[in-house]
């Protein structure tokens, strides 16, 4: 079982810049595909970016540019840097973790085994 625990979420006003983290509790990290989620109020959960066990990288339009995902495996540690935020960037952002070997970036919620909890980003305008 993976735990997986957001940090780094907060209020900023538009044009800022905020840094996810998402702390992993599992040893064999550096296995693991991992990405980034978001849900607004009254909306699905959208995919933002996601790494694959290989370092292979993918985001969603709105993040291209903007978002970059990175991780640490010597730390155990995912990471979303984000800038030039916008008042539509506002929502809780997860992590997710997938384990197995693939050759693309998984872009889908459901593909994913373990969440944590969330963080909140709220963009002010």
């Known amino acids: 079982q993976v735990q997986l625990v957001e940090s780094g979420g907060g209020l900023v006003q538009a044009g800022g810049s905020l840094r996810l983290s998402c702390a992993a509790s599992e040893r064999t990290f550096s296995s693991y595909n991992m990405a980034w989620f978001r849900q607004a109020p009254g909306k699905d959960r959208e995919f933002v970016a996601a790494i694959s066990w290989n370092n292979n990288t993918g985001y969603a339009d709105f993040a291209k540019g903007r978002f970059t995902i990175s991780r640490d495996n010597a730390k155990n540690t995912l990471n979303l840097q984000m800038n030039s935020l916008k008042p539509e960037d506002t929502a809780v952002y997860y992590c997710?973790?997938?384990?197995?070997?693939?050759?693309?970036?998984?872009?889908?919620?459901?593909?994913?085994?373990?969440w944590g909890q969330g963080t909140q980003v709220t963009v002010s305008s």
């Open positions: 997710a973790a997938r384990g197995g070997v693939f050759i693309s970036t998984l872009r889908t919620s459901d593909l994913y085994e373990y």
